[in-house]
Every structure is written in C-alpha cells, then in structure tokens.
C-alpha cells in the first residue's frame, strides 16, 4: 500500500486557479500511474485525470480538458493538479489516487485501477 496525502484546496472565484498535490510515501509510488477523481456533495466520485508512471501519458475527462493540468514529479513522489479557469460546478472533494495492478480490462478512468486513496482535499469555487 501507498500513503497519500493531498493538500493545496481552497476557496476561489470562479475563473481563479488552483493547484492539488498529493505526496506519496510507502509502496514505490513512481512505479505507478497516479489519478485525481474528485466527489461533489450527493454526487458519485469521478474521475478527473490520470498520468502514466513516467509522466509520458496523461488521460482527462471531457470536463477537465483544457482546464487542468496533471503532472508529476517522481524525485519528490508527487502528484500535481493544475487547475485553472475554476467554475462553480468544480466544487468537490478532491481525491488523489495510485494504481493497483491488475488493472487489465479496466478503463483507464475505472475507479477500480486505484487501490490506494488519499483523504480528500476540499475546493471550492465561488460564482
């Protein structure tokens, strides 16, 4: 298992920025591909982004296109979430996520290819 814990939310206008981290610690967490799923209040969890093991691939849902970054940096087992031109329908639990195998037959947004979570951050956005 791999410990995760996010940080970087917040309060913001709509149009602002923001950006999540999430720091990994215990399994190897470089070996594995990291997500960002994020819950709004009464709604299911979604899925937001994911970035390959090396950075090389990243993989966003229609929402998150051209308005969030993910990235990562491995030398510091941690996992970025660049989110720029916020809007109200942003507001969520964010949660970070790395990858369990087996993973094969799962889509790449699949809840069920993360087996480590961390606790959520909130951020909200204000209109």
């Known amino acids: 298992q791999v410990q995760l814990v996010e940080s970087g939310g917040g309060l913001v206008q709509a149009g602002g920025s923001l950006r999540l981290s999430c720091a990994a610690s215990g399994r190897t967490s470089s070996s594995y591909a990291m997500g960002w799923f994020r819950q709004a209040p009464g709604k299911e969890r979604e899925f937001v982004a994911r970035?390959?093991?090396?950075?090389?691939?990243?993989y966003y849902a229609d929402s998150a296109k051209g308005r969030f970054t993910i990235s990562r940096e491995n030398a510091k087992n941690t996992v970025f979430l660049q989110m720029n031109s916020l809007k109200p329908e942003d507001t969520a639990v964010y949660y970070c996520?790395?990858?369990?195998?087996?993973?094969?037959?799962?889509?790449?947004?699949?809840?069920?290819?993360?087996?480590?979570w961390g606790q959520g951050t909130q951020v909200t956005v204000s209109s």
């Open positions: 996520a790395a990858e369990s195998p087996p993973t094969v037959g799962w889509g790449l947004s699949d809840r069920r290819r993360f087996g480590s």
């Open positions: 970035i390959s093991w090396n950075g090389g691939t990243t």
